[in-house]
């Protein structure tokens, strides 16, 4: 009898209420229709769920909304079922798939087709980091909005370091961010006005202006460096660059990137220069390409051009630019296979001062590199074939096929290898194309060589994980002058035909990190002795090749120490050339790099780097690059950078000693980047 009361008690309670009941926490899913017309579930979880007529759904109580790739919590929400209109009051966020996120006071959206309108709205963009605060916003789509008396920043917190506030914004959610009639706040100054402005709304991969680079060079006069990133697909994208120089002219240049396919991928780049002066207006074209299309075949190609080097050393920004003399392009295909490695080469050189008969025009080559290939036991043969088409600006012009076959004993005793080798090298030449040629256009050269090699290895492990490995060598070479045609061409070194007895005895030893993939200790030596003859008093020499060496030194985690070098020993020319390097860095990210590079009677230069972080937020570094030979600093600069978490300003102060006009050349630079904003991204295939 109790529970027929309560029944009718209830069922009076929804008269009196209009046809409004509630019921205790609950789930209900309501079936709304796409473009294509299917079902899409629109679910909702809340602590209390209910109906008001037929047509309205009530939530209450941490409400959860779901449907296609959005969800909504609020504290209230209500949907109508026959205008497919739902609104929410009390903390509401509305996120997507990829994290974009609405948080307002209010919202009333129209499901079917996304529009609607939020009140005391800000809108997070996760892959640039962008807020959005307004008080009204107009959802005009289900990846547009719009709104009125806007700002916008990429800072978080109450009071952001920089903001963009806009009469009006309009974004395109994975697009852009379109405004206007605003000012760029630093630090609460007002310090640009933006009439109009385009924002990329995504890093990944946006088109959009990067930040610019202004400067001033006492040469160069006023710089302004603006660039414009074309992000034309995931595969491709352009780079154009305007370099305004009030002094020298305008340099336009714009780099074309692409990937045709996983391991194939290159660029293109062209420069356009506009000089002030008499100077005619030149390009560069600087294009590169790489296939890999298998573990087996590759595909390399490379090509640099200047119409005007004079004009392209004269717009390098640092003295390693300033210090090109030639440039080359190469065309290199490859491909192995069981029994050796079939390849194509070609070569082109253009000199910046002047022709050289010595420096190489054209080269194309083809080959075949057999590979080792087991006869018997330890006896192993190899065959090695090229023919080349040489051609030199003053010089040869022709062709030559080379062949070289070898035999091989190899045998491994425990620690101990030898290996015993040795082949014939013929040399057929075609220089009916050279028609400045006075001799034979058939020349015919051979030679026979042998070598002979040995080493030791010897290893032992460490406690801690080292790896300390000692190996002794020992290296016989000998070829004959050969036979045949004595005029031949003189192309490069294998055209270099003479008896030569050289015995190289060397020894390398290191200690090794396994976990680090680093030597703790390297040592190398070497020494090259010319054979004549062996008597009583030991070897007879023509000539001793200076000692060789290369250390590095890893002692611990924050030293390194590298160098390489020649001493001659003998003719008492002491060190003929070398080069060194230490740098030391500490937790801070504090750095002191200091390198010497000397060739005897040519260069003596002196490099030096020191990094300094003053702050978390502040660093300072200085460099320069001393010549002792002309007792002068070449380059210095000093760079200062502080990086704040929302913006970044980099200043750089250059000074560079110019040959041609025999003084300094002043520069001082600086960028200013926003985060979020200057980011061009990577291509993918």
């Given at each position: ?336 296979m069981a029994a050796g490695t079939a390849y194509g080469f070609a070569r082109y050189t253009q000199p910046f001062d002047q022709v050289d008969d010595e420096v190489l025009q054209v080269a194309p ?107 002794p060598r020992i290296v016989y070479h000998w070829e004959d002058a050969g036979e045949g045609d004595e005029a031949l061409p003189s192309y490069d070194e294998d055209d270099e035909f003479g008896h ?154 250059l000074r560079t000693y110019r040959d041609d006009l025999d003084e300094y050349e002043h520069k001082v630079l600086v960028t200013f980047n926003l985060t979020g904003l200057g980011s061009a991204g990577?291509?993918?295939?």
């Amino acid at each position: 009898m109790k529970r027929l009361l309560a029944l009718l008690l209830a069922f009076l309670s929804i008269l009196l209420l209009g046809g409004q009941a509630f019921a205790a926490a609950g789930f209900e899913q309501i079936g709304l229709p796409d473009a294509a017309g299917k079902d899409i579930p629109l679910e909702i979880q809340a602590e209390t769920l209910g109906n008001r007529g037929d047509n309205i759904v009530t939530a209450s109580g941490g409400v959860n909304a779901k449907w296609g790739t959005w969800t909504l919590s609020a504290d209230e929400v209500t949907f109508d079922r026959e205008e497919q209109i739902i609104t929410a009051s009390g903390g509401v966020a509305l996120i997507d798939e990829s994290g974009n996120e609405l948080t307002c006071d209010s919202l009333s959206m129209k499901l079917d087709d996304m529009t609607g309108n939020a009140e005391g709205a800000s809108f997070y963009l996760p892959e640039s980091g962008y807020r959005i605060k307004a008080k009204d916003f107009r959802w005009t789509g289900p990846r547009q909005f719009e709104a009125e008396e806007a700002v916008m920043t990429t800072c978080d917190g109450q009071w952001p370091s920089w903001y963009i506030e806009v009469s009006w914004v309009e974004v395109e959610i994975d697009g852009y961010i379109y405004g206007g009639n605003g000012f760029l706040w630093m630090e609460q100054l007002p310090l640009v006005y933006l009439p109009y402005f385009i924002l990329p709304a995504k890093v990944r991969r946006q088109s959009g202006f990067l930040p610019p680079r202004l400067g001033y060079s006492d040469t160069n006069g006023y710089i302004v460096v603006n660039k414009f990133f074309w992000a034309i697909n995931e595969s491709a994208d352009l780079l154009y660059t305007l370099d305004y120089r009030s002094r020298k002219g305008i340099k336009q240049k714009a780099r074309f990137r692409y990937v045709l396919a996983d391991e194939q991928e290159g660029s293109l780049s062209v420069s356009y220069y506009n000089a002030r002066d008499d100077t005619e207006d030149s390009f560069d074209i600087e294009a590169d390409h790489l296939s890999v299309f298998s573990p087996d075949t590759i595909l390399d190609i490379y090509g640099d051009y200047s119409e005007n080097t004079t004009t392209r050393i004269d717009y390098a920004d640092n003295l390693v630019a300033r210090g090109v003399s030639r440039t080359e392009s190469h065309l290199y295909t490859g491909h192995t296979m069981a029994a050796g490695t079939a390849y194509g080469f070609a070569r082109y050189t253009q000199p910046f001062d002047q022709v050289d008969d010595e420096v190489l025009q054209v080269a194309p080559r083809a080959g075949f590199m057999g590979a080792t290939t087991q006869l018997w036991g330890p006896l192993y043969w190899k065959n090695d074939s090229e023919v080349t088409y040489f051609e030199r600006e003053l010089e040869d012009r022709g062709s030559r096929l080379t062949v070289d076959q070898s035999f091989a004993l190899d045998a491994d005793l425990g620690p101990l290898g030898m290996s015993v080798a040795s082949g014939y090298r013929q040399n057929l030449y075609d220089m009916t194309n050279d028609e400045d040629y006075s001799g034979d256009s058939d020349l015919a050269h051979g030679a026979a060589w042998g070598e002979a090699r040995a080493w030791v290895g010897i290893s032992r492990n460490f406690s801690g994980g080292y790896y300390h490995i000692i190996e002794p060598r020992i290296v016989y070479h000998w070829e004959d002058a050969g036979e045949g045609d004595e005029a031949l061409p003189s192309y490069d070194e294998d055209d270099e035909f003479g008896h030569q007895s050289t015995l190289s005895p060397g020894i390398e030893t290191r200690l090794y990190d396994p976990v680090t993939g680093t030597n703790v200790i390297l040592l190398d030596i070497e020494k090259v002795f010319d054979v004549g003859k062996i008597s009583r008093r030991g070897w007879q020499t023509e000539y001793v090749d200076p000692w060789r060496g290369e250390v590095e030194l890893r002692p611990w985690s924050f030293l390194e120490i590298i160098g390489d070098g020649e001493l001659d020993t003998d003719g008492g020319e002491g060190w003929l050339r070398w080069a060194g390097e230490s740098t030391l860095t500490d937790s801070r990210g504090d750095s002191l790099s200091i390198g010497y590079q000397y060739i005897k009677e040519q260069a003596r230069y002196l490099e030096a780097t020191v990094g300094v972080q003053l702050s978390s937020a502040l660093s300072a570094t200085y460099s320069n690059h001393y010549s002792r030979e002309d007792e002068r600093i070449l380059e210095e600069s000093v760079t200062g950078t502080y990086q704040h978490s929302c913006w970044t300003i980099v200043s750089k102060y250059l000074r560079t000693y110019r040959d041609d006009l025999d003084e300094y050349e002043h520069k001082v630079l600086v960028t200013f980047n926003l985060t979020g904003l200057g980011s061009a991204g990577s291509l993918k295939w």
